[in-house]
Protein backbone atom coordinates (compact mmCIF):
# COMPACT_ATOMS: atom_id res chain seq x y z
CA UNK A 1 0.00 0.00 0.00
CA UNK A 2 1.30 3.37 -1.30
CA UNK A 3 1.17 6.27 1.14
CA UNK A 4 2.41 9.65 0.49
CA UNK A 5 2.19 12.22 3.64
CA UNK A 6 2.85 16.21 3.07
CA UNK A 7 3.29 18.68 5.62
CA UNK A 8 5.02 22.05 5.82
CA UNK A 9 2.52 24.06 5.32
CA UNK A 10 1.54 27.49 6.50
CA UNK A 11 0.79 31.19 7.19
CA UNK A 12 3.85 33.44 5.52
CA UNK A 13 4.35 36.35 4.26
CA UNK A 14 4.72 37.32 1.11
CA UNK A 15 8.49 37.14 0.48
CA UNK A 16 8.91 34.72 2.50
CA UNK A 17 9.92 31.49 2.69
CA UNK A 18 8.59 27.68 3.41
CA UNK A 19 9.34 23.89 2.58
CA UNK A 20 7.20 21.15 2.33
CA UNK A 21 7.77 17.48 2.80
CA UNK A 22 6.50 14.66 1.41
CA UNK A 23 7.30 11.27 3.60
CA UNK A 24 6.67 7.98 1.20
CA UNK A 25 5.78 4.60 2.10
CA UNK A 26 5.47 1.49 -0.35
CA UNK A 27 7.86 2.58 -2.69
CA UNK A 28 10.49 3.63 -3.21
CA UNK A 29 10.88 7.70 -4.35
CA UNK A 30 14.34 6.71 -5.83
CA UNK A 31 12.96 4.81 -8.28
CA UNK A 32 9.53 7.05 -9.61
CA UNK A 33 9.14 10.28 -10.35
CA UNK A 34 7.92 12.74 -7.93
CA UNK A 35 5.46 15.54 -8.46
CA UNK A 36 4.39 18.42 -6.33
CA UNK A 37 0.77 20.24 -7.89
CA UNK A 38 -1.37 22.73 -6.18
CA UNK A 39 -4.69 23.54 -6.11
CA UNK A 40 -7.15 27.08 -5.11
CA UNK A 41 -10.73 25.94 -4.38
CA UNK A 42 -12.95 26.18 -7.49
CA UNK A 43 -10.01 26.11 -9.88
CA UNK A 44 -8.57 22.80 -11.77
CA UNK A 45 -5.11 20.99 -9.61
CA UNK A 46 -1.99 22.83 -11.41
CA UNK A 47 1.11 21.02 -11.98
CA UNK A 48 4.22 22.78 -9.96
CA UNK A 49 7.35 20.42 -10.33
CA UNK A 50 8.38 16.95 -11.18
CA UNK A 51 11.66 15.28 -10.60
CA UNK A 52 12.09 12.13 -12.55
CA UNK A 53 13.94 8.80 -11.24
CA UNK A 54 17.59 9.84 -12.84
CA UNK A 55 17.06 13.76 -11.17
CA UNK A 56 15.58 15.47 -14.16
CA UNK A 57 13.68 18.19 -12.98
CA UNK A 58 10.71 20.42 -15.18
CA UNK A 59 9.14 23.94 -13.21
CA UNK A 60 6.22 25.47 -13.93
CA UNK A 61 6.95 28.32 -15.59
CA UNK A 62 5.20 30.14 -12.77
CA UNK A 63 7.30 28.84 -9.79
CA UNK A 64 10.78 28.46 -11.92
CA UNK A 65 13.64 30.13 -10.07
CA UNK A 66 11.71 30.73 -6.49
CA UNK A 67 10.93 26.79 -6.07
CA UNK A 68 13.32 23.51 -5.95
CA UNK A 69 12.37 19.97 -5.45
CA UNK A 70 14.50 17.68 -4.28
CA UNK A 71 15.10 14.29 -2.72
CA UNK A 72 16.60 12.36 0.15
CA UNK A 73 16.73 8.43 -0.85
CA UNK A 74 17.35 7.37 2.89
CA UNK A 75 14.34 9.06 4.55
CA UNK A 76 12.36 8.07 1.25
CA UNK A 77 10.95 11.57 1.41
CA UNK A 78 10.70 14.31 -1.42
CA UNK A 79 11.07 17.95 -0.56
CA UNK A 80 9.64 20.82 -2.42
CA UNK A 81 11.46 24.35 -1.15
CA UNK A 82 9.68 27.65 -1.44
CA UNK A 83 10.89 31.16 -1.77
CA UNK A 84 10.09 34.65 -2.53
CA UNK A 85 6.30 33.66 -1.82
CA UNK A 86 3.69 35.79 -3.48
CA UNK A 87 0.13 35.77 -2.80
CA UNK A 88 -0.58 33.69 -5.78
CA UNK A 89 1.01 30.71 -4.25
CA UNK A 90 -1.43 30.20 -1.93
CA UNK A 91 -3.03 26.92 -2.43
CA UNK A 92 -3.36 23.44 -1.17
CA UNK A 93 -0.19 21.41 -2.20
CA UNK A 94 -0.07 18.09 -2.93
CA UNK A 95 2.13 15.85 -3.30
CA UNK A 96 2.32 12.43 -6.07
CA UNK A 97 3.69 9.47 -7.43
CA UNK A 98 4.31 8.41 -10.93
CA UNK A 99 3.91 4.74 -12.31
CA UNK A 100 7.31 5.70 -14.86
CA UNK A 101 10.34 6.39 -13.63
CA UNK A 102 11.02 8.74 -16.34
CA UNK A 103 9.20 9.95 -19.17
CA UNK A 104 10.19 12.43 -22.39
CA UNK A 105 7.58 15.23 -21.49
CA UNK A 106 6.47 15.98 -18.04
CA UNK A 107 2.39 15.56 -19.19
CA UNK A 108 3.36 11.97 -20.02
CA UNK A 109 3.51 11.24 -16.60
CA UNK A 110 0.64 8.96 -15.21
CA UNK A 111 0.41 10.08 -11.14
CA UNK A 112 -1.42 7.18 -8.88
CA UNK A 113 -0.99 8.02 -5.46
CA UNK A 114 -1.59 10.94 -4.11
CA UNK A 115 -1.06 12.42 -0.73
CA UNK A 116 -4.03 14.36 1.52
CA UNK A 117 -2.76 17.92 0.87
CA UNK A 118 -1.09 20.78 2.88
CA UNK A 119 -2.26 24.28 2.72
CA UNK A 120 -0.16 27.13 2.13
CA UNK A 121 -1.20 30.92 2.52
CA UNK A 122 0.74 33.75 1.47
CA UNK A 123 -0.07 37.38 2.99
CA UNK A 124 0.90 40.37 1.07
Known amino acids: QVQLVESGGGLVQAGGSLRLSCVVSGRTVSNYAMGWFRQVPGKQREFVVVISRIGSTYYADSVKGRFTISRDNAKNTVYLQMNSLKPEDTAVYYC??????????????????WGQGTQVTVSS
Open 96 to 113: ATASQGWASKPQFYDYDY
